[in-house]
């Protein structure tokens, strides 16, 4: 069973910076695509940043500029640097796994999620 453990969320004032971790139970070489989303209370969950295999990594509209993900095979873990926060930016922040095994047979798995809260 695969599971993904967010870490490094925070309280942090606007402006500052925070960076996410999300370290795998295994190795994450088996996973095609990573990814962080959030979801802020009463919204719906969002997308933030998706962080292929291979490939660039896209961001959505709202953090681009701001936000950096990256990928450590070596050390099954990907991150999401965080920098010029924005009040706007607090929310549950979940990593997202997707697992391509052969047509027909594929598996997402998601993290418990960790609080980022940015005061103004």
Not at 32 to 40: E, F, I, K, P, V
Request: proline share 2%; hydrophobic share 30%; net charge positive.
């Amino acid at each position: 069973q695969v599971q993904l453990v967010e870490s490094g969320g925070g309280l942090v004032q606007a402006g500052g910076s925070l960076r996410l971790s999300c370290a795998a139970s295994g190795s994450i070489s088996r996973f095609d695509t990573m990814a962080w989303y959030r979801q802020a209370p009463g919204k719906q969950r969002e997308f933030v940043a998706t962080i292929p295999r291979g490939g660039m990594t896209n961001y959505a509209n709202f953090v681009k500029g701001r936000f950096t993900g990256s990928r450590d095979n070596a050390k099954n873990t990907v991150y999401l640097q965080m920098n010029s926060l924005k009040p706007e930016d607090t929310a549950v922040y979940y990593c997202y796994a997707h697992e391509f095994v052969r047509w027909g047979t594929e598996y997402d798995y998601w993290g418990q999620g960790t609080q980022v809260t940015v005061s103004s």
